[in-house]
């Protein structure tokens, strides 16, 4: 009799630990209402980081291209300007030569002196002698409102003061080019740095259990994807 007492005592514990393991094993086992959607929030997010990586790639590779049209600009506009200062110091030569032999022609011809002054006449640079001319044509001996001398004449010109001016204004030209590529050098590193903020909010997302949270996040980021992607194809190309 003890021992029969014995067995069912046995038996009757050993199913009430019986159905409390089913049952614990039934509670951790109850599948949540949100847990369908966590293959299609992987799913997304994976679409996501693809996007976001190859973008990202892309915008980097645009910042490096722009920034060598910024630095090739900036050399170009720097050259432009130095040839542009030494046509301009040349012209500053020439203008001296010029002001110096019609000071000599001067004197010559206010002594009377018509070998020298025919001398110093033949010598004058072939750009000089037409303002020469047009300025003798005023009478400037005989008419008071005559010019004082040629170099306030139309037909007075240095070529080398023309190809100064024309180096400044391409120099300036190209430094324009080479500042609005400075400034989509450094949009398409901003946008690099946003895009990889999707990265970022794109991977931390599996790090939660919530999946209305994951959700979130992923949203969240294909927001910040779609603003990005707007920019990529808004931005010039290189």
Known sequence: MVADEKDKQQTNETGTDTAQTHEQ????????????WEPLAELIATAVLAIAMLTATWSGYQASRWGGVMSTSFSQAGAMRVESSRASTQAGQIVQVDIGMFSNWI??????????ANFYFERFRPEFQ??????????????????????????????EIEE?????????EIFAIGRAANQTSDDYVLLTVILASVLFLAGIQSKFTSI???????????AILAYGLYNVISYPIE
Do not use: C, H
Request: proline share 10%; hydrophobic share 40%; glycine share 4%.
């Open 212 to 222: 209305p949270a994951r959700f979130a996040l992923i949203v969240f980021s294909m």
């Open 130 to 159: 037409p303002a020469f001319e047009a300025w003798l044509a005023t009478d400037p001996k005989n008419n008071p409102d005559a010019p004082d001398g040629p170099f306030g004449m139309s037909e007075y010109q240095v070529l």
């Open 25 to 36: 094993q039934g509670f951790v086992d109850l599948p949540s209402r949100y847990d369908r």
């Open 107 to 116: 004197n010559a011809f206010a002594n009377d002196d018509e070998d020298l």
């Open 164 to 172: 100064a001016q024309q180096l400044v204004e391409q120099a300036e």
